[in-house]
């Protein structure tokens, strides 16, 4: 009861942030109260930094890779791009934007497509003059894919990479499960977004209101260093992936050399196109103390009894069959992820699964279940992932307020079948692929 009283006053101060004490000082404060407690010692801290450092600082670097492209003006021009593209079709529009969407959630993780493609989206729409209700399907939309299409690669989420980590998959063999699954995520969430939005968009938009894509541009050589960039990093990731080195690595050596030259380093009498003073201020420091903090306080829970009685539960999935056992895990992990958030529900699914007795396939498929269940079992609460908090923050300021009851009502239709496809995906897909890989 202490331990589950310790978690509940941490999440209620990272959900609530009074002011002047933001989502690291919340967490790192309840993993103090529980060291202080006993609920932990100095070595269950040392484990939940072995396990989350990784993950952290490549979340860390991922964010900092994506302000700096943002500001450089990189996603404002894709986005005007893909609305050229669209050839004034407001429904060929909406599913460009679902896909521009994807593409980012893919490379630059979930929080990266949310919380920096859905200010473009809001000011492409209010250029094009579009009407509230339209606008509001296009950020709903814009949010949900995020997370539904989070799923294709280890980099993608951060608790795909904690995940992944935890139970030493490497990068390629992540992706080789969870790209087709991605896949499937993203054709049934288009799927349900036009199912559930379509009739009530208009027909048409004005492309004459639009700007040149061009002059989206701020910085060109940053612009121009975007495409190769990625490149490299994808080809190191893959590349590097039998060696065992840290994402943490790649994507810090990356977001270095897009800094450098960002400031414009070597280039003699050359200036910074964009503000990287601001860049840095609004990367999320605060995420590194909120992982190891918030884990802390989760690891003690999990050893105070809720790893054993979710351990309980996975097991008797487990005992029904594969395909109970993968839709099981997914359901219970994404309900977890909803009503605790889907950080502690990483670390509780890893530990839980890590108890159960299964033979390779089911325990391969109740990992990868748990990645599916923390990816898109956010989207049924606004509490369910820090993301969402925040991108519900951000449309508020931009005049898109959106109320926890209609963001559920929305959350709890379009979910479902989305969380569902995946997982049968899943099911269907992971034997095939170790057939073809062994």
């Keep these: 009861m202490l331990a589950l009283g310790i978690f509940i006053a941490t999440l209620a101060l990272v959900l609530w942030q009074p002011r002047g004490l933001g989502i690291g000082w919340s967490a790192m404060g309840g993993a103090a109260i529980a060291w202080g407690t006993g609920v932990v010692n100095l070595g269950d ?16 670097a991922l964010i900092l890779i994506s302000l700096i492209l943002d500001a450089a003006g990189c996603f404002s021009w894709a986005a005007l791009q893909m609305a050229r593209a669209g ?23 979930n929080d ?50 904690v995940t992944a980590n935890y139970f030493a998959i490497d990068f390629d063999g992540y992706a080789v499960v969870m790209a087709p699954v991605a896949l499937v995520s993203i054709v049934a969430t288009l799927a349900v977004l036009l199912l559930f939005f379509g009739r009530g968009l208009p027909r048409r938009y004005d492309l004459t209101a639009l700007a040149p894509p061009h002059e989206a541009i701020i910085d060109r050589q940053v612009f121009w260093l975007a495409g ?22 790649v994507m810090g050596s990356a977001a270095v050399l897009l800094l450098a030259v960002a400031a414009r380093i070597g280039q003699r009498g050359q200036t910074p196109r964009v503000d990287l003073r601001a860049i840095m201020a609004s990367a999320p420091w605060p995420i590194v103390w909120f992982s190891l903090g918030m884990y802390i306080v989760v690891y003690g ?17 487990a005992g029904q069959g594969q395909l109970i056992a993968t839709l099981g895990t997914g359901f219970v992990v994404a309900a977890t992820a909803a009503v605790m958030n889907n950080m502690p529900a990483t670390l509780i699914a890893s530990l839980a699964i890590d108890q159960v007795q299964v033979d390779a396939l089911t325990r391969q498929l109740m990992i990868h279940a748990s990645i599916i269940g923390n990816d898109l079992g956010p989207k049924f609460t606004p509490i369910g992932s820090l993301a969402t908090l925040l991108w519900l923050h951000v449309l508020a300021g931009k005049g898109h307020s959106i109320g926890w009851g209609q963001y559920m009502k929305i959350g709890l239709i379009l979910t479902p079948p989305v969380l569902l496809a995946s997982l049968l995906a899943l099911w269907a897909w992971l ?5 073809l890989a062994g």
């Design 431 to 435: 034997p095939m692929a170790n057939r």
């Design 45 to 60: 801290v040392a484990t939940v930094w072995g396990i989350v450092w990784d993950a952290t600082f490549t979340f860390v």
């Design 228 to 249: 190769p960039l990625l490149v490299m990093i994808l080809a190191a990731l893959f590349g590097l992936a039998a060696y065992d080195v840290p994402f943490s690595l």
């Design 87 to 109: 050839g004034g079709a407001t429904q060929r529009l909406f599913v460009y934007i679902v896909l521009l969407g994807a593409a980012i959630a893919a490379v630059f993780a």
């Design 301 to 317: 829970l999990g050893q105070a009894g809720l790893t054993d009685h979710a351990a309980d539960i996975l097991a008797w999935l």
């Design 112 to 161: 990266g497509a949310a919380l920096l493609l859905t200010p473009i989206v809001v000011a492409l729409l209010a250029r094009l003059g579009m009407a509230s209700t339209t606008a509001l399907a296009f950020v709903i939309a814009t949010g949900f894919i995020a997370d539904t299409a989070s799923l294709p690669l280890t980099i993608s989420n951060l608790v795909n990479i």
